[in-house]
């Protein structure tokens, strides 16, 4: 079965911080992984992952993926205030789907 | 950026009525959507995939009579909660795979901005 694994659940800091968010995944015919951060509404799209250990940054934002061990990670420096939200890992499969993870809530407290 | 439209983004109903949720891509033709279904505090879980023209497949316990959807065009996904209850009170959100003029025929994949059912 196809699952998408997001650690950790839940994380709490303060603005300055660094945090790195975990993703593994078993998915028959990966495509891509994807990150999306989640506020109040849909989620909008961070990052777009499909080769090895090639980092993709935006700005404070910046994700890798390991196509051998199954992971992605996505680290957030010097988070700020509104960096807080459920950030989504999500992988594709083939053409016809993504498959999410339960997400990890961050928190960052001035 | 591909823009989905998705309406309407609340809505409060009673019990045993049905509800039509639209989701439209305004600069692209979407070959194909999704619909997802969130529960406070949970990840987005799939119910099913559409393709313009062809039936709707449903993932693994979503019922399929209860949970209608229509492709019937490029631009245009349906799903309807028929005889809603308050357990079908969820955020529903669609997301749009197609290909966008004027990107070098880019295949993009855009969230709608989500619905908020609450079935009383």
């Known amino acids: 079965e196809d699952k998408v694994v997001q650690s950790p659940l839940s994380l709490v800091v303060h603005e300055g911080d660094t945090v790195t968010l975990n993703c593994s995944y078993e998915?028959?015919?990966?495509?891509?992984l994807l990150w999306y951060k989640q506020e109040k509404k849909a989620p909008t799209f961070l990052f777009m992952l499909t080769s090895s250990g090639i980092e993709k940054k935006s700005g404070r934002l910046s994700s890798i993926l390991d196509k051998k061990e199954l992971f992605s990670i996505l680290n957030i420096t010097a988070t700020q205030t509104g960096d807080s939200a459920v950030y989504l890992c999500?992988?594709?499969?083939?053409?016809?789907?993504?498959?999410f993870g339960t997400g990890t809530r961050l928190q960052v407290f001035p | 950026g591909a823009v989905v439209s998705q309406h309407p983004s609340w809505v409060i109903c009673k019990s045993g009525t049905s509800v039509k949720i639209e989701c439209r891509s305004l600069?692209?033709?979407?070959?194909?959507m999704f619909w997802y279904r969130q529960f406070p505090k949970q990840s987005l879980m799939l119910m099913a995939t559409?393709?313009?023209?062809?039936?709707?497949?449903?993932e693994q316990g979503v019922e399929k009579d209860k949970f209608l959807i229509n492709h019937a065009s490029l631009t245009l996904s349906t799903l309807t909660v028929t005889s809603a209850h308050p357990e079908d009170s969820s955020f529903y959100i669609c997301s749009a795979r197609g290909f966008r003029a004027g990107v070098g025929g880019a295949n993009v994949l855009t969230f709608g901005a989500g619905s908020r059912l609450t079935v009383l």
């Open positions: 600069d692209f033709q979407a070959t194909t």
């Open positions: 559409s393709n313009e023209g062809s039936k709707a497949t449903y």
């Open positions: 999500a992988v594709e499969r083939g053409t016809d789907k993504l498959i």
């Open positions: 998915v028959t015919n990966f495509r891509s």
